[in-house]
C-alpha cells in the first residue's frame, strides 16, 4: 500500500508539472526557493567566488540565481547539454528522467525556453556541454553550486567533485534527488560524503525537497556545527 501510494503520488506530481509547463506556468521545477533560503541565512554571498549550476532544464532556476547573485557582482556558470533525451536513469517507478523531461517540455525549443528565461542577466555564463566535459578554469572559486544534472550515478559523483574542489572554505554544494525517488542518487550522495567527511562542516537536508546542502569547513561560522543531518 505504500508503494502504490509513493507510485500515485509520483504521477500526480508529474501531471502537475505537465500541465503548468504547458500552461507557460512553471519554469522551476526543484524550487530553488529552497536555495535562495540557504545561501542568505548563511550568507553565502559574503564569501568569494561565483555559483555554479549543473543541470538547468528550462531556466527557471537559473533566472532566480542569476538575479540574485548579480547584486552581488558575482557569475552563475551553467553546465547542461540542453538534451531532454540523454538521461535515461530510472525513477523507481521504471520511468526514465528522459521521458519525464520530455514529457514535461512537449514540442517546444528547450534552449529556446531557456534563453528567454536568462534574458538580460550577464552574469550567467552558459556552456552547453556535457558536464563530464566540463572544465573550469584553474583560478575558478565557488561559493555555491546546485547539482541537479543526469541522474546516473557516474555523473552524481563527477559533478560533485567538480564542483568541490572549487568550492571556497564555508561554501555549499547543494543535491537535489536527495530521499527522493532515485534511491540510486541518494546512495551516490551518502557515499561522497562519507568519502569527504573530514572537509564537511556541515550537512543539512530538506526532504519534502529532496534537497541536501553540504558545506565546506570554514569560512563563516558553520552555525549547525559538523557533520550530521539536520
Known amino acids: 500500500m505504500k508503494f502504490e501510494w509513493k507510485y500515485f503520488k509520483g504521477r500526480i506530481k508529474l ?3 505537465v500541465i503548468f509547463s504547458r500552461l507557460n506556468l512553471q519554469t522551476d521545477f526543484a524550487g530553488y526557493a529552497i536555495l535562495l533560503e540557504h545561501i542568505k541565512r548563511h550568507e553565502l554571498y559574503r564569501l568569494e567566488g561565483d555559483a555554479a549550476e549543473i543541470g538547468a532544464f528550462m531556466g527557471g532556476g537559473t533566472r532566480k540565481l ?14 547542461d547539454v540542453f538534451d531532454p533525451e540523454s538521461d535515461h536513469t530510472k525513477n523507481e517507478r521504471g520511468e526514465e528522467m528522459s521521458y519525464i523531461y520530455q514529457m514535461i517540455l512537449g514540442k517546444r525549443d528547450l534552449i529556446g525556453i531557456f534563453k528567454r ?5 550577464s552574469n550567467v555564463i552558459v556552456n552547453r556541454i556535457d558536464s563530464k566535459q566540463m572544465v573550469l578554469n584553474h583560478d575558478t572559486k565557488l561559493c555555491f553550486s546546485i547539482i541537479d544534472g543526469n541522474h546516473d550515478p557516474e555523473y552524481v559523483r563527477h559533478d560533485f567533485e567538480l564542483v568541490w574542489a572549487r568550492t571556497v572554505d564555508g561554501g ?11 534511491p540510486q542518487v541518494t546512495s551516490e550522495i551518502d557515499g561522497l560524503i ?5 572537509q564537511i562542516g556541515a550537512v543539512e537536508t530538506k526532504p519534502k525537497h529532496c534537497f541536501v546542502f553540504i558545506r565546506k569547513l570554514g569560512g563563516i561560522v558553520n552555525e549547525r556545527g559538523r557533520g550530521g543531518h539536520n
Do not use: Q, S, W
Open 117 to 121: 528565461n536568462i534574458a538580460h542577466l
Open 194 to 198: 562519507n568519502e569527504h567527511k573530514d
Open 66 to 79: 542569476g538575479k540574485f547573485f548579480r547584486r552581488y557582482g558575482k557569475n552563475v556558470i551553467v553546465v
Open 15 to 17: 501531471c502537475r508539472e
Open 172 to 182: 555549499t554544494v547543494a543535491m537535489h534527488d536527495y530521499g527522493g525517488d532515485l
